[in-house]
């Protein structure tokens, strides 16, 4: 029945996941047109398009495992790691570390080579900027420090976030830090889904909105 | 070239104006040509309305500066599910005057920017149709009025499909065909308290998102993907509403990557008598011939082909003898949104608060009859977002890091709100777009434009403070908390999408270019059916207005041919 209604990529794409689950089949038969709609299942209509091809890949920071680092030296991506897991750690839920956060950052750094090199050195600069200042307060690389004293970096690194006259040299890589650790985070399936618990994205015959009459009167 | 086809009417873009254009037309049996100068989509084939973040090489975002430095009101729009239908500023630019800003959102495909429209449908009201004489004085009226336009508002709801409440408020009107609005979500109800309780109206917003199957196409299924196109056209789009029923009329032919260059002239009859385009895969210029041309490319390029299409009769562009061509461009008062949360709403689970993925309700203008003209003139309107979203929510704003700030962001993610509208733009003759005295081309060769256009000026500002101080006070009549915010100054034109005017219509052929039935003064068989004709600009979406006066105008057209007056 599918192919003629809707295309075989909708047949492809819709069906198979649908007809797969007593709900899906109930979703189908609520759902479906009674005749067929769509340019792509008009006669005519198929046609040559001369596209601009686009088909969704997962990155490879997604998908390879193991993942082969593109972009950080080893004892760089260590600090990555300690770094993203700090922003968003593994507590009771999931954090950047089940979401291999750091994976991803990786690949977003080396991918800017081509339009945004300055993202790279950002990168470099920064790690370079926090075992500085790791050195010169407690002796030693930031990723050789016991955790409460990395977490006593991070905090001063972050003090004009809460308080608008100060200021500190490792604030914009901890802005830079922050920000594509919560982007990796959330835009992942551990982030979003497991994390988040983001439910939509899907099929739904009715969608009662609020069911709450105590939010309504 | 004797042997090549005259048609009736060659009708320029398939977007909003155009797809109601050729519908119009072709239906009432005329010979018509559309022109599109991108290329074929399949909706089935060129949306990935259900791809998540994660199913992208780069999460959706593209390789880190890979579309450029996007102008402000771009930035969410080009992702990696739309860049291969958005053309990308970088890669094929257009000129700014100094100082000047503008946001021009280009989608070159079959459909144009329907493929990916906001989906709202207010109706113009009587009062904005003739805002210089029944508000303030200001600016010019229409030379039309809401009675004239509101049986075509009447045909592109029954035609598209929108789901509304069918009682309107005061100059917001409601519409006879509507489907059944959608219900709201636990945040826009509480925020409809509020506003109620200082006696604001939030009124169920209309959508062309389909409530329920519709002249074969099916029901919305509340994926909530529709911004980057729905894959099943729930939503309307022309590429799935208009040309499957056309193609296949012996009457009707769409010519894709045809991008039109100028307006041919009849030097004996002084009449337009076809264009030429050039085609984008060869490059090669051709002509096509037509007894009229309707221009329904959008608002810049309407003008701009117009501007290209100049000759020794008219100078300073084709049909522009009034000088007004490419003035008075408009585009709404719009600045950030509020955003923060509701207390009452912290810590529930999550819900699937995607519905038919705009909001359910809306705040339409209500603040007629305000005393503080000197500062800003006309009002506003409120659109607001709740619930949880595909991203971490108001919680991920805050400072910090580390465990507990990630619990705040989970405790906050399904209390989320944000808040912003649109407040009237003005017509201003120095807001002006012309070809760039530069020399600028486009990717195809053909002179492109440069922008005068500037947002912040002073009605601009003051209607966005109070717009400011309004949201706060509804959003904390509705108990909730709101967040710090910076004020920012109003976005450039074009930002929202809403680009209006430039070839305004009016009586007098000295001040306007269109006339009442949107046919060019000094041209009568060149019609405009764009956001070019625009007027005035009030708070409301512009899209239902475009369409209702393209249908208006291919009617009137279609009526003389009947006629023989063509």
């Known amino acids: ?217 | 070239m004797a042997s090549q086809p005259v048609y009736d009417v060659i009708v320029v873009g398939s977007g909003a104006a155009g797809g109601i254009a050729c519908h119009v037309l072709a239906t009432q049996g005329l010979k018509v040509l559309c022109l599109e100068a991108g290329r074929r989509i399949e909706s089935a084939k060129d949306f990935h309305t259900h791809t998540f973040p994660y199913g992208w090489t780069y999460r959706g975002n593209g390789k880190p500066g890979q579309y450029g430095k996007l102008p402000q009101g771009m930035e969410w729009k080009i992702k990696e599910w739309t860049d291969h239908l958005y053309t990308i500023p970088d890669e094929d630019p257009y000129a700014l005057a100094p100082g000047a800003k503008f946001t021009w959102t280009r989608m070159r495909v079959l459909g144009g920017r329907t493929n990916c429209w906001g989906r709202g449908c207010d109706r113009f009201g009587p009062l904005d149709f003739k805002a210089k004489s029944l508000q303030d004085g200001w600016g010019e009226d229409w030379p039309i009025t809401y009675d004239d336009v509101a049986p075509y508002y009447d045909k592109v709801e029954q035609f598209i499909g929108v789901a509304g409440s069918p009682e309107g408020v005061y100059n917001t009107p409601g519409g006879k065909y509507l489907l059944p609005p959608f219900n709201p979500r636990c945040g826009e109800w509480l925020i409809k308290k509020g506003a109620e309780k200082l006696g604001i109206k939030v009124r169920p917003k209309p959508l062309a998102v389909l409530s329920k199957p519709y002249h074969g196409r099916p029901a919305c299924h509340y994926c909530g993907g529709c911004n980057w196109g729905c894959e099943v056209a729930a939503r309307y789009g022309s590429v799935d509403s208009v040309f499957p029923h056309l193609e296949g009329l012996p009457n009707f032919t769409l010519r894709t990557n045809a991008a039109v260059h100028t307006v041919l002239m009849d030097r004996n009859t002084g009449k337009a008598r076809g264009v030429t385009y050039i085609d984008a895969r060869n490059k090669q210029e051709y002509e096509a011939y037509g007894k009229a041309v309707v221009l329904a490319a959008s608002m810049v390029e309407s003008i701009r082909i117009l501007f290209n299409s100049r000759n020794r009769e008219y100078p300073n562009g084709l049909a522009n003898s009034s000088g007004t061509l490419g003035r008075y461009l408009m585009e709404h008062v719009a600045f950030n949104d509020i955003q923060g949360f509701f207390p009452q709403l912290a810590g529930r689970p999550t819900t699937n608060d995607d519905g038919p993925g705009e909001s359910c309700l809306y705040i339409p203008r209500y603040n007629y009859g305000h005393k503080d003209t000197k500062k800003y003139l006309r009002g506003w309107r409120f659109d607001f977002y709740t619930g949880c979203g595909m991203g971490p929510g108001p919680g991920a704003e805050l400072p910090g890091f580390g465990s507990a700030y990630k619990k705040k962001i989970k405790e906050l993610y399904p209390a989320a709100f944000s808040i912003g509208g649109y407040g009237e733009g003005l017509a201003f003759d120095w807001n002006y777009v012309e070809i760039d005295p530069d020399g600028l081309r486009d990717r195809l060769g053909i002179p492109q434009v440069r922008f005068h256009t500037f947002a912040e000026y002073p009605h601009a500002f003051a209607i966005r403070d109070e717009m400011y101080a309004q949201m706060e006070e509804i959003m904390r009549a509705a108990g909730a908390e709101i967040f710090p915010y910076k004020k920012v100054a109003p976005y450039p034109l074009g930002s929202v999408t809403h680009e209006a005017g430039g070839a305004r219509m009016g009586d007098d052929p000295k001040t306007s270019v269109l006339d009442k039935w949107n046919r060019c003064h000094d041209v009568k068989n060149i019609i405009v059916a764009d956001a070019a004709c625009f007027v005035t600009h009030p708070e409301k979406q512009i899209t239902h207005t475009i369409m209702a006066l393209a249908w208006r105008a291919c009617d009137h057209l279609a009526e003389e041919f009947r006629r023989g007056n063509v």
């Open chain 1, 1 to 217: 029945m599918s192919g003629k209604l809707i295309g075989r990529r909708h047949a492809l794409k819709y069906f198979g996941l649908l007809s797969s689950s007593a709900a899906g089949i109930e979703f189908l038969e609520n759902w479906l047109p009674q005749r067929p709609a769509l340019a792509s299942s008009m006669p005519g209509m198929q046609g040559p398009t001369n596209a601009d091809e686009s088909v969704p890949t997962p990155s490879p920071a997604d998908t390879e495992s193991p993942y082969v680092l593109r972009f950080f030296k080893p004892d760089e991506f260590r600090t990555v790691e300690i770094l993203t897991e700090m922003i968003i750690p593994t507590d009771d839920q999931p954090g950047a570390k089940e979401a291999k956060v750091a994976n991803y950052i990786d690949f977003v750094v080396y991918s800017a080579a081509e339009f945004e090199p300055s993202l790279q050195k950002q990168w470099i600069d920064g790690l370079h900027l926090i075992n500085k200042l790791s050195a010169e307060k407690y002796g030693s690389a930031f990723s050789d420090l016991p955790g409460a004293q990395r977490e006593d970096l991070l905090t001063e690194m972050s003090a004009p976030e809460h308080d608008p006259n100060a200021e500190h040299p490792g604030y914009a890589f901890y802005k830079l830090l922050k920000s594509m650790t919560l982007e990796a985070f959330f835009t992942s399936k551990v982030g979003l889904i497991d994390f988040l618990e983001y439910k939509g994205l899907t099929f739904l015959t009715s969608f009662p909105g609020c069911t709450h009459p105590e939010h309504q009167t």
